[in-house]
Every structure is written in C-alpha cells, then in structure tokens.
C-alpha cells in the first residue's frame, strides 16, 4: 500500500523557503540599547541569483522576544515582484524611522546572536502586561519560520556560538556614547530588566545590576530622568576616581508610576567618550499617586488646528509633507493619527531625558474634517505648521487656531469620536 504524506506548497508557512535561498546580508538598526533592534535580512536564489527572499524582523528584549515578523519573497518574472518589494521597503523605513537609529551590516553569527537572546522571551511561559491569543499565535508563526532560519544558517556553517552576547550588543548600539547618554541608556536597559544590555555600560556583572533596588518594582519603561553633575568631594566613589551624577527618574511598571533618587558615578567626566558606570547608590524608591505621576509628566503642548474645505482629497498622502515623509497611519477612534520622529536619538543624550523626545509631532486627521498638529516643542510645531501652510494641500485647509495648553488635551482628541477640538477646550484655554 502506497505511503501518503503532505507537500506543503509555497503559500505555506510550513514550507521551508530557506532551502532554497543562500544568506546574502543582514541590516540592523542600532537601538538595542533602546531595548529593541529591527533587522532586514535578504537571502539570494540558489538557482536563479537574481530571486530575492527578504525578512523584517522586529527583536524586543522586554516582553515578548518577536514583535513584527514578515516575509517578502521577490521572484524575478513575477506579477507581484515589484509590489512585494515595494511593501518590504516601506516596512523597513518605517522600523528606521520609528526606533531612530543608524544601520549598520552585520554578520550572521551576530544577527543569529541578536535573534537567539530574544527568543526565550518569545514564549508562552513568560509572563506579560499584555497578551492575546492573536499574539501567541503569531509568536508560534513567527517562531517556526525563524527555526527554519536558524536551521538553514546553520547548515551553511554559520552558529550564533561564535559570536558573544556582549559583542552583538554592541554592534546594535551607538558608537562614542556620552556621560548622559550612558547613564539615560544604563537606566533603561536596568528598570527593564534587561541586564545583559545594562552590563556592556558598566564594570558591574548581571548578579550585582539584579539586587540594585531600581528593579524592585518588575520591569518599568523609563519616562523622564533628570541627571545633575556634581563633584567629587561631595560625592566621593568608591574607587576614589569616579565621576558623581545626582539623578531623578519617573518610570512607569505595571501597577502604576514610581520616582527614584540615585547617585551613579561614571569612570569619566561629563566631557568623556564612552565612560562605563563604576557605582550607583540608591536613595528612594517611591510609588507615585496618580495625581503626583500626571505632575512629573506633564509638559505643555503646542498645537494648530487646521480645518478641511470642500474638495479636500479623500486619499490623504501626509508622506509628501516635510517631517511626516515615512509615516505610517494609527487608527484611532477619532481618525487617523501619523507621528514624525527625529532621524536619530539624540534626546537620549540630554541631561533632561524624556521618553517622548524622539517625536517631533503629531497630526490627526479627525473625524470632524480638522487636520490638528501637536507637538511638545514650540520650535517644531512651527516647523509642521509651516509644511502643511505650504504642502499640497494648503488650497484646501483653514487656520481654525494656534494654542498653547498646559494640560494634556491631544490624546484625549485621539480617542473622543467624532471630537472637534473645539469640544474640548473652554474659550481662553491656551493662547
């Protein structure tokens, strides 16, 4: 009797693309101290070069291991050839965009490296804020084509064993980082628990940066830190040679928001290149009421609200406008909102970090035919106002006003359906 088995086909996810493909490159975007690192790896055709398989892989070493998986297979001759490309690049930019970092190659021990530290938070024994069954299924998706990976590098003679945790990092990570940044990045990767990243900034090991009572309250996103150089006599180090640095940090965990005070000392001055963090001395840890939480964080924000003429066109290309050129579309209840981010992550370096910093602005295309920009920076709200007066679209937009409220009005804008600013806002708030 004839044996029967399942081929599984192309369009199948069990079907191993990557034995027909040889590993080409891989491109990285340098934010892993952020927390995260997109990677675009492109593999070529054994038996035709010219066929492209492509991979976009979002890594996130917090929570949940693989954020965004995608596949783009670009087959010479083929209808969808140019589209899939298209869609792959665009993709791409957007990861570019979003985490603000440079690009650098890497190689495939390093990639495999990168992809192998992520994947144990992949799994469903890890407990997280957030979880659906959509996400586990597409973990379990993005899981099985990411082992048929491994498994092809493998076969090439390629291991993530040649290649050190430590070393990977730092090849996703700026180049010639300064005293703020490294304290703001040590702190990031430390309140997230994330110590293999917060061990390549300091002489400490990964047990000591587990005691450190910053990490009491579970894994915690770093909001604001607000970082004072002091000096050595009053601060004196342990070493006798370090640098003192007086800091204040607002992070947000599960259960709420909490304020620390703390001391870190930097193997070099505020004017140093790579200095590493030889001490840190904790003062509170302090859970934070919600009314003292919303105090911390505020900032006032600026906004112009333009509203939409007859005739304006129904497919809106906020790509062609100044700063919002990549953007990509959020859904939200009133509309669509877009976000333009810097090209770098230059806020980090700043002794007045603020989480929101790498966001230029905003612009929602609400329900109510208004076009309403917001940013935290007076001199690039004047910026994006500039570019839409003078995109495209200007003939068919009206200045309805320009404000400046103390209070946060926007994100609440986003989610009232239907909202106009006006609804909002009593007359005399801002100016």
């Known amino acids: 009797m004839a044996e029967l088995r399942i081929i599984h086909g192309r369009k199948s996810i069990k079907y191993d693309h990557f034995a027909d493909y040889e590993f080409k490159y891989c491109r990285a975007v340098t934010s892993r101290l952020m927390g995260v690192t ?3 790896v492109a593999w070529r055709g054994k038996d035709n070069p010219r066929d492209e398989f492509y991979q976009i892989i979002h890594l996130d070493y917090s929570e949940y291991g693989v954020d965004e998986y995608r596949e783009f297979e670009c087959i010479q001759g083929e209808a969808n050839h140019r589209e899939n490309k298209r869609e792959m690049r665009a993709l791409w930019n957007h990861f570019v965009a979003v985490m603000g970092g440079e690009v650098n190659n890497i190689d495939a021990p390093v990639m495999m490296r990168l992809i192998a530290d992520a994947l144990p938070l992949a799994g469903d024994d890890v407990s997280r804020e957030y979880d659906s069954d959509e996400n586990r299924e597409f973990r379990e998706y993005a899981l099985l084509r990411i082992g048929y990976m491994m498994d092809a590098l493998h076969g090439s003679g390629f291991s993530e064993e040649d290649c050190a945790s430590d070393y990977a990092i730092t090849a996703v990570s700026p180049a010639r980082l300064g005293a703020y940044e490294t304290i703001n990045y040590f702190i990031m990767r430390l309140v997230d628990h994330d110590y293999k990243a917060a061990s390549v900034l300091t002489n400490m090991d990964e047990a000591e940066l587990e005691k450190i009572e910053l990490t009491s309250p579970g894994i915690q996103t770093l909001m604001k830190c607000n970082i004072q150089r002091s000096n050595k006599k009053e601060h004196p180090s342990i ?6 640095f007086l800091c204040r940090a607002t992070t947000q965990a599960r259960d709420g928001y909490y304020h620390s005070t703390f001391i870190i000392w930097l193997s070099g001055s505020v004017l140093s290149k790579d200095p590493v963090v030889t001490e840190i001395r904790v003062g509170s ?5 919600d009314y003292e939480a919303a105090m911390q964080l505020a900032t006032s924000e600026y906004i112009t609200v333009f509203g939409c003429k007859k005739g304006f066109p129904d497919s809106f290309d906020i790509t062609t406008i100044g700063s919002f050129k990549g953007s990509e579309p959020d859904l939200v209840p009133n509309g669509q909102l877009f976000t333009a981010y810097k090209p770098d992550n230059s806020h980090v370096n700043n002794p007045e970090y603020r989480l929101e910093g790498d966001v230029i602005g905003h612009a929602l295309l609400s329900l109510s035919n208004e076009i309403v920009l917001m940013s935290h920076s007076l001199r690039d709200i004047t910026t994006i106002d500039d570019a839409f007066a ?42």
């Not at 070493?239 to 003192?244: A, E, F, N």
């Not at 840890?285 to 009421?289: D, G, N, P, Q």
């Not at 400046?404 to 801002?430: H, K, M, N, W, Y």
């Open 38 to 40: 997109a990677l675009r």
């Open 239 to 244: 070493d006798g040679i370090s640098y003192p």
């Open 390 to 431: 003078y995109s495209i679209y200007a003939p068919f937009l009206e200045i309805k006003g320009r404000y400046r409220i103390d209070s946060s009005v926007f994100q609440t804008l986003c989610i009232a359906p239907g909202a106009s600013f006006d609804d909002l806002v009593e007359p005399g708030d801002g100016q």
């Open 285 to 289: 840890v302090l859970k934070l009421s």
